[in-house]
């Protein structure tokens, strides 16, 4: 970066390492459906909650992001393999909901 400032929620944080961004509540959601397929729909998820200070909050977050995805409860279990195409990127959208973005 040669100009300018990136901030999240207030602090500069282009000097920041990766790893402390996502403590923030930052992380990257990939665009092109890309799950892991051998893992359910809910292990996918979960992904998104892999920092301490996400996984404090895992019940509460998958209870909110369940009433947000109302399709995402019945799917829980699921591999992700077996999505179809419109389903694929709703789990890698609900660490968002979790405030991940």
């Not at 790893?19 to 092109?32: A, F, K």
């Not at 809910?42 to 992001?65: D, I, K």
């Not at 947000?68 to 660490?95: D, I, K, N, V, Y």
């Amino acid at each position: 970066m040669k100009r300018g400032n990136v901030t999240f929620r207030g602090r500069r944080i282009e000097r920041v390492p990766s790893h402390r961004i996502v403590d923030l509540g930052l992380s990257h959601v990939l665009e092109r459906r890309r799950l892991f397929p051998y893992l359910t729909v809910g292990q996918n998820v979960l992904l998104g909650a892999y920092p301490p200070g996400a996984r404090a909050r895992r019940s509460t977050t998958r209870a909110e992001v369940e009433a947000l995805f109302p399709l995402l409860q019945a799917r829980w279990g699921q591999p992700a393999h077996t999505l179809s195409g419109p389903a694929r990127p709703r789990p890698s959208l609900e660490p968002l909901r979790g405030r991940m973005l």
